[in-house]
């Protein structure tokens, strides 16, 4: 069973968010989604899950469209951070309510797991959503993430509000449910370098387009920071994939990827480092000298 979505574009008011994003989440994998603020992180999040209609494209799990559909619905959970405002209606919800609505939902609710989460997290239920810190409320939302044994879940910035340990705990945890079920996560999140050992594969999102889809580790082991005088930089890395250069007097900065078959040239006097997928995240999205 996989989740397809071929040319997904988006508008608001004529401006497009997502265009033309076709992507395939495959079976059994931890995907990460990484992208500057606006990226159209939590749009296509959305249109994944037919919590929005799409202005063009199409939506498939296992070859048949999401929207309206609701036996496809039943295999995807889409957990994203709470509006509690007063407007919204939930503020005034006690969280184990709001749990208890979501195992309706969920047709493989697993209330087993969702207490030992509750437990674990410290998780006071009988307050009021409107009463939980941000933190308390990105609990909530991890359990009913985990607890919906959905076969693809996805969670919008999970770990927003979380101390350094409470992070650690879901990632920890994260990986046990994987681990047991096989089932596909997708986490987007900004905080990239705690979550790096974690995710598969990532894909990156640029100004609502697909920059790219890989295996993580191979991203990792193709980039390189290549550093030393403009013109050995620009004589050793050219005809490779270069990104975010920069000058600093007579020396320059770049990050470049080497393909299968593809070295930096030697006989050069310069730096080559490795990179963390932030530095990499940074290199694909970060503008470029020059760039408006």
């Known amino acids: 069973m996989k989740l397809i979505c071929e040319h997904l574009t988006k508008a608001y008011s004529g401006r497009e968010v997502l265009r033309d994003v076709s992507l395939t989440l495959e079976p059994g994998k931890i995907y990460g989604l990484i992208g500057r603020n606006g990226a159209g992180k939590t749009t296509l999040l959305s249109a994944l899950t037919a919590q929005i209609p799409v202005t063009s494209g199409t939506v ?12 496809a619905l039943k295999e995807l959970c889409f957990s994203r951070e709470l509006n509690v405002s007063s407007e919204s209606g939930l503020s005034a919800m006690r969280a184990r ?20 989460l509750i437990g674990e997290f410290q998780l006071p239920v009988k307050k009021k ?10 609990m909530v939302t991890i359990v009913a993430a985990l ?14 509000g979380l101390d350094v340990i409470a992070r650690e705990q879901f990632y920890r945890l994260l990986l046990e449910e994987y681990q047991a079920t096989g089932r596909t996560f997708l986490v987007s999140t900004h905080i990239i370098e705690e979550a790096a050992n974690v995710l598969e594969k990532v894909i990156v999102l640029r100004a609502g387009q697909l ?22 930089v620009d004589a050793a890395t050219a005809g490779l994939e270069a990104h975010h250069a920069r000058h600093m007097g007579r ?3 770049v990050t470049v990827f080497l393909r299968e ?7 050069y006097d310069l730096t080559v480092q490795p990179m963390s997928l932030q530095q990499v995240f940074v290199a694909l999205c970060g503008e470029e000298e020059g760039e408006q």
Request: glycine share 8%.
């Open 60 to 71: 498939t799990l296992d070859g048949e469209a999401v929207w309206e559909n609701r036996g």
């Open 97 to 116: 309510d709001y749990l208890r609505y979501a195992a309706i939902y969920y047709p493989r609710w697993d209330a087993a797991l969702a207490d030992r």
């Open 129 to 138: 959503l409107g009463k939980l810190s941000k933190g308390m409320l990105s």
């Open 147 to 160: 607890a919906s044994k959905a076969p693809f879940t996805f969670l919008d910035e999970p770990v927003a």
């Open 211 to 232: 920059l790219t889809v890989a295996d993580t580790q191979s991203l990792l082991d193709s980039a390189r920071y290549v550093t030393g005088k403009a013109e050995d």
């Open 251 to 253: 020396s320059k900065a």
């Open 261 to 267: 078959g593809q070295s930096i040239r030697e006989g």
